[in-house]
């Protein structure tokens, strides 16, 4: 026996409910504690310690659990974001998160013994387990549809629950899909009708979700129980309008009679955690992780491709420099966009799907292979850019010597992006990636950070001239970085902690309560975390503190 797992041994480490709430705003949060509106929330904020998390950089929107389930980075699990420019071909397409090469750290804890509940972890895919885990009954993203382990829990689940009102959107599909986009909408956005529909949801679903959690936590003295909630998440894409009264879409008048919904399912959250505190057992450690912040959807993703393709005409020299912004941009009319995503969403599948792909592989993607830049999907929250560097893409067009002085320049030229009306800068600042590059890797070389105060659709700078692409989203609500994670329990001092901790750290620093070491990942102990079993730790796996 080592070290770690003789002394957690002699500790007789208490158990540990982990509860996630996805996408569940840390400001909003904190401002809702203060005003009495989570009690929950705030008497642990009370009573325990609070840390600030830091989130993947750049790929925080998608990477978030899959690094805090593998506890590795993004470059090494490759999940970050739903699509991608596949490298071998420069086309692009769907991407399902599968990173079984590193096994998550509730199957390790599993695996050295201990009994583990893990119910909706977001991008996982059950395993063999010593417990119970049910993936994708009530998330908000699918990529392998429901399913558990044991397999055959899936069906009493079904037997003996109503699907989720809002994420029950075929749930059982093997698909890249996020069933709240979905949900109580037939057009492009959604009713006053719907949106009530939704918020009904939404909270019925809460409700159903609460008792499943609390039926699962009461089946035995788990040693470890995760659960996720992403309703929060939910309400936070598709309702921000609602809850923002200085959104330009928000509604005053269907606020005043449905209320704020945002307001409203952080309620029914916070009784969820509430309860779910009251039925553990005495001794158990309580963590509750926001995982990432809401606010509004105002980006300019749509704008990517045309400032690069702008930009690689004006490196070659074949495009006039504009020095001087025009004096007047006329409002330019993107109907013919329009009629051809109208025409797409009148065919049927497969058929629209042949004519994307055909688009695809014989327009788009030669266009990317030509270029020295491209734009590299990577949500919304966080534009993303690929060089294509010789020796990595197969037609690469940039000289790997060339390689700095490159994104030296897009970093100088895309900032000075501005909206051709207000002269408001639209990109904020341009990050280099540190990420790893491995064979096959579609990261991102450089992420942009918008400016969120408003939606462009016209930009101009020097270097591109004007440029213009319609914004055709229905979201108002989208991801800021970082989270929220709060802890309290034996060995927990209250109060707030610092540094802020990787999302990476937190399953390593769960396992060395429990006496288990993870060999093979990016994350430290965070020693203040590990409270129970750190000194088990080797020196080199401890985070700074």
Known sequence: MDQTASFAQEKGAGPILFIGLDAFDPKTARELAAAGELPAIARLMREGATVETRNPLGTFVGSIWPSFAANVRADLHDFYCYAGIEVETYCWRLYTANYEGYPTFWKRIGDAGRRVLAIDIPHAKAAPLNGVELVEWAAHDHHHGFHTWPPERAARLKREHPIHPVFGVR??????????????????????????????????GVDLKRQVVGELLAEEPWDLALAVYSEGHATGHGQWALHDK????????????????????????????????????????????????????????????????????????????????PAKVPEKSHWIVDVRRAFLDSLPEPFAGIVRETKERLVAAPSRARRMFFDEP????????????????????????DMDEVCRRLQEDLVQLVCAKTGRQLITRVIRSDYRQTPGSRIADLFLEWDKSAITETAWSPKTGVISAPYRGWRTGDHTPDGLLIVSGPGIAPGPRTPPVQVEDLGPSIAARFGVELPGIDGKVVPWLAAEAGVGARPHELADL
């Open 171 to 204: 749930h059982e599909e093997h698909s890249d899909f996020a069933g709240d986009d979905h949900a109580f909408r037939k057009g492009h956005k959604r009713t006053e009708a719907e949106d009530e529909a939704l918020l009904t949801g939404l909270l019925a």
């Open 246 to 325: 200085t959104h330009p879409e928000h509604n005053a008048a269907l606020v005043a009679r449905m209320g704020d919904p945002i307001l409203q399912v952080y309620r029914a959250l916070d009784a969820a955690v509430g309860q779910h505190m009251d039925q553990a057992r005495p001794g158990t450690t309580f963590m509750v992780l926001l995982s990432h912040g809401m606010g509004p959807h105002n980006d300019s993703t749509h704008l990517i491709e045309p400032a690069l393709i702008a930009l690689d005409r004006a490196y070659r020299g074949r495009s006039h420099v504009q020095t001087e912004p």
């Open 378 to 401: 990577n949500n919304t929250a966080i534009g993303g850019v690929r060089i294509n560097l010789k020796g990595r893409e197969p037609k690469g067009v940039v000289d790997p010597a």
